[in-house]
T-cell receptor
Framework: DAGVIQSPRHEVTEMGQEVTLRCKPI?????LFWYRQTMMRGLELLIYFNNNVPIDDSGMPEDRFSAKMPNASFSTLKIQPSEPRDSAVYFC????????????FGEGSRLTVL | KQEVTQIPAALSVPEGENLVLNCSFT??????LQWFRQDPGKGLTSLLLIQSSQREQTSGRLNASLDKSSGRSTLYIAASQPGDSATYLC?????????????WGLGTSLAVNP
């Protein structure tokens, strides 16, 4: 399996622009997680899905952030409008229900908002 | 509220040395604990997962122990190599039903010098 695939790997945008990050989980995994990583706060869980249904979005910073999972093989994280404080590395991870905690991470999308 | 702390934040050792990384958590009621490795610019890779009923897990030169009563886990790396240089993070899943929200430490940045 190719693992969790994220795109783009790097994104540089200007404040106010819309940003869309994409994720393809490992085939057969029924959990999908979006994380944000910064030096100051470390890894923060933004939202996670089970069988394409959002289970917990309490980590989403504010209404500017939204996430969707239209099918088992694709998810998006959207920021609109983006702000400089959104600059971070965004990770997608997936896992199997029976292996609680055993996450498989993508290589991340590094976002820079100018 | 569960909190995870990793000490030290950074560690530099000569090649060949045995070393221990520490992880502590404030609430002993955990479902499991997991150690991850993160290389610069990359995603996280799961190293070892310890269920709450287990005391330790081993993989090659790595050994992770868990002492729930004291709220501590250690990751022991034997005969360290320059290729072990990375950031090591620990995370716990709180013992709360179907909760899949890992609580993360900030990591220990390890440098193994040839």
């Amino acid at each position: 399996d190719a693992g969790v695939i994220q795109s783009p790997r790097h994104e540089v945008t200007e404040m106010g622009q819309e940003v869309t990050l994409r994720c393809k989980p490992i085939s057969g995994h029924d959990y999908l997680f979006w994380y944000r990583q910064t030096m100051m706060r470390g890894l923060e869980l933004l939202i996670y899905f089970n069988n394409n249904v959002p289970i917990d979005d309490s980590g989403m910073p504010e209404d500017r952030f939204s996430a969707k999972m239209p099918n088992a093989s694709f998810s998006t994280l959207k920021i609109q409008p983006s702000e400089p404080r959104d600059s971070a590395v965004y990770f997608c991870a997936s896992s199997l229900a029976r292996l609680a905690g055993e996450l498989f991470f993508g290589e991340g999308s590094r976002l820079t908002v100018l | 509220k569960q909190e995870v702390t990793q000490i030290p934040a950074a560690l530099s050792v000569p090649e060949g040395e045995n070393l221990v990384l520490n992880c502590s958590f404030t609430d002993s009621a955990i479902y499991n604990l997991q150690w991850f490795r993160q290389d610069p610019g990359k995603g996280l890779t799961s190293l070892l997962l310890i269920q709450s009923s287990q005391r330790e897990q081993t993989s090659g030169r790595l050994n992770a122990s868990l002492d729930k009563s004291s709220g501590r886990s250690t990751l022991y790396i034997a005969a360290s190599q320059p290729g072990d240089s990375a950031t090591y993070l620990c995370a716990v899943i709180p013992n709360a039903g179907n909760n899949r929200k890992l609580i993360w430490g900030l990591g220990t940045s390890l440098a193994v010098n040839p």
